[in-house]
């Protein structure tokens, strides 16, 4: 190897040793390398601190912000005591409705309707990121202006939350991704 090449990398191998020393200033290896997949918060210095807002301790760097429309919004407590009380009664009519095997959109529709009343609802196909279908059905309805209930049924089980709305799909949550 030339003497020229040796030099240029000579410089850049102490380039790099520096730039990895000045870098780890007081941290050991571990520190250096333990946040790799944004395990840990990273130390923002944004004076937006709102509860719903704030990272867990294990979220990547910008978790809040690109998850915003997975959230869903406050209720008000008039609204939410209403859609407590109506998650009582949907949890307990799919549960029948569960135990004789129709838990498909078009088997749950009609109890869904039934239940809502004037309220606006939606029932769809359970989502799935398997390849296979996934036999069930999700459902929202809207209780009052901030609330609904959400949930799904499936052949194994009927859950029931109570939520605000979120942004973006209103009653039922969104989509699931990657």
């Not at 102490?14 to 571990?30: E, N, R």
């Not at 004789?100 to 039934?114: L, M, N, Q, S, T």
């Not at 939606?122 to 036999?135: H, P």
Request: proline share 7%; aromatic share 4%; with cysteine.
């Amino acid at each position: 190897m030339p003497m020229r090449k040796r030099i240029a990398v000579a410089v850049a191998v102490a380039a790099v040793a520096g730039v990895l020393l000045v870098a780890s200033c007081g941290k050991s290896a571990d520190d250096l390398f333990s946040n790799l997949n944004g395990t840990r918060a990273s130390h923002s210095h944004d004076t937006d601190t709102s509860a719903a807002e704030t990272p867990r301790a294990d979220a990547p760097p910008n978790y809040a912000d690109n998850n915003r429309v997975r959230q869903p919004g406050e209720m008000s407590p008039q609204d939410e005591k209403r859609a407590k009380q109506k998650a009582t009664e949907v949890n307990q009519a799919l549960e029948d409705l569960r135990r004789r095997g129709k838990v498909e959109p078009a088997e749950v529709r009609p109890v869904i309707a039934r239940l809502a009343g004037s309220a606006h609802f939606s029932v769809r196909e359970l989502s799935s990121l398997r390849a296979d279908k996934t036999e069930g059905s999700s459902y929202g309805i809207w209780i009052g202006d901030t609330a609904c209930v959400t949930g799904a049924v499936n052949k194994d089980r009927v859950w029931a939350d109570v939520n605000g709305h979120y942004p973006e799909s209103r009653c039922l949550p969104p989509a699931p991704t990657h």
